[in-house]
Nanobody, 129 residues
Framework: QVHLVESGGGSVQAGGSLRLSCTAS????????MAWFRQAPGKEREGVSC????????YYSDSVKGRFTISRDNTKNTLYLQMNSLEPADSGMYYC??????????????????????WGQGIQVTVSS
């Protein structure tokens, strides 16, 4: 059974930085594409960033491109999201997600919650102005 645990969230002022981590167990990590999603109160869950199984391909939503960086350490079964220049609009619950790499995902699927069947419990990020 796939188990995903997020860490590193918290409160920060606008312009600050946070680094989220997601530790995975119960899976062969390199068999999975990984992603970060977020959800603000009253809004739908949205894709933030995705990384393919090898780390060689990444995808970002337009709202975070240039500010966030996704990465993974396949030796540690860990996914990361470095978030810089944070804005109040970045506030919400952040979720780690995993999906098997076969069949290959398209760029559109990479940030679609419908593709991913394995989810962490989420971690809160709050950015104050």
């Amino acid at each position: 059974q796939v188990h995903l645990v997020e860490s590193g969230g918290g409160s920060v002022q606008a312009g600050g930085s946070l680094r989220l981590s997601c530790t995975a167990s119960g899976l062969t990590f390199t068999d999975y594409n990984m992603a970060w999603f977020r959800q603000a109160p009253g809004k739908e869950r949205e894709g933030v960033s995705c990384i393919n199984w090898s780390g060689g391909r990444t995808y970002y939503s337009d709202s975070v491109k240039g500010r966030f960086t996704i990465s993974r350490d396949n030796t540690k079964n860990t996914l990361y999201l470095q978030m810089n220049s944070l804005e109040p609009a970045d506030s919400g619950m952040y979720y780690c997600a995993a999906e098997e790499r076969a069949p290959p995902m398209t760029a559109r699927q990479a940030l679609s919650a419908n593709l991913f069947r394995n989810w962490g419990q989420g971690i809160q990020v709050t950015v104050s102005s």
